[in-house]
T-cell receptor, first 113, second 113 residues
Framework: AQSVTQLDSQVPVFEEAPVELRCNYS??????LFWYVQYPNQGLQLLLKYLSGSTLVKGINGFEAEFNKSQTSFHLRKPSVHISDTAEYFC???????????FGQGTRLTINP | KAGVTQTPRYLIKTRGQQVTLSCSPISGHRSVSWYQQTPGQGLQFLFEYFSETQRNKGNFPGRFSGRQFSNSRSEMNVSTLELGDSALYLC????????????FGPGTRLTVT
């Protein structure tokens, strides 16, 4: 079985500052990794995914994430955040045979002007 | 291409009643998954349907059930509602092939009183 730990429940940052949202996963098999964003009163939108290949993955809205197999991590980063990035971010894992996503508890990103 | 649609968006039911939620996937997507989102438990997988067959099921009681129709539309049903069933229910459809990328609908907010 897989599990996902998002190390910070809330992350406040100032506008135009860099941000890193941390995600660690546990799995005995090879996995696919995802980051989703949820804006208030909306569903989930895929930011980026890691399936295989390059460990640095670029996504939408200027976000990127790095897969580190030895540390079982998949941290999300953005070099300069904007007010519009205020949302909840979810890290998720899926094993390569299953059809379901296992989510972390989410990180609420708050951008202060 | 239209996204995943869910109806209704909001629903208020009384304890003991039953409820049916509907999900229409993106055109061409044959896999539909359901997730429950609550503040306490986070995002949890309910079940996944593909070509009218349930392929995977999460750890929920039998009061939670679902089905998929030949046009890939899916419904989930919760019988004998409990207060703890109050949640945002999200539906996701998946792209064909092996990308495992799921597209989420806006959700149905169920409140049980």
């Amino acid at each position: 079985a897989q599990s996902v730990t998002q190390l910070d429940s809330q992350v406040p940052v100032f506008e135009e500052a860099p941000v890193e949202l941390r995600c660690n996963y546990s799995s005995s098999v090879s996995v696919y990794l995802f980051w989703y964003v949820q804006y208030p009163n909306q569903g989930l939108q895929l930011l980026l995914k890691y399936l295989s290949g390059s460990t640095l993955v670029k996504g939408i809205n200027g976000f990127e994430a790095e897969f580190n197999k030895s540390q079982t991590s998949f941290h999300l980063r953005k070099p300069s955040v904007h007010i519009s990035d205020t949302a909840e971010y979810f890290c998720a894992v899926s094993d390569q045979g299953a059809q379901k996503l296992v989510f972390g508890q989410g990180t609420r990103l708050t951008i202060n002007p | 291409k239209a996204g995943v649609t869910q109806t209704p968006r909001y629903l208020i039911k009384t304890r003991g009643q039953q409820v049916t939620l509907s999900c229409s996937p993106i055109s061409g997507h044959r896999s539909v998954s359901w997730y429950q989102q609550t503040p306490g438990q986070g995002l949890q997988f309910l079940f996944e349907y593909f070509s009218e067959t349930q392929r995977n099921k999460g750890n929920f009681p039998g009061r939670f059930s679902g089905r998929q129709f030949s046009n890939s539309r899916s419904e989930m049903n919760v019988s004998t509602l409990e207060l703890g069933d109050s949640a945002l229910y999200l539906c996701a459809s998946r792209t064909p092939g092996s990308s495992y990328e799921q597209y989420f609908g806006p959700g149905t907010r169920l409140t049980v009183t």
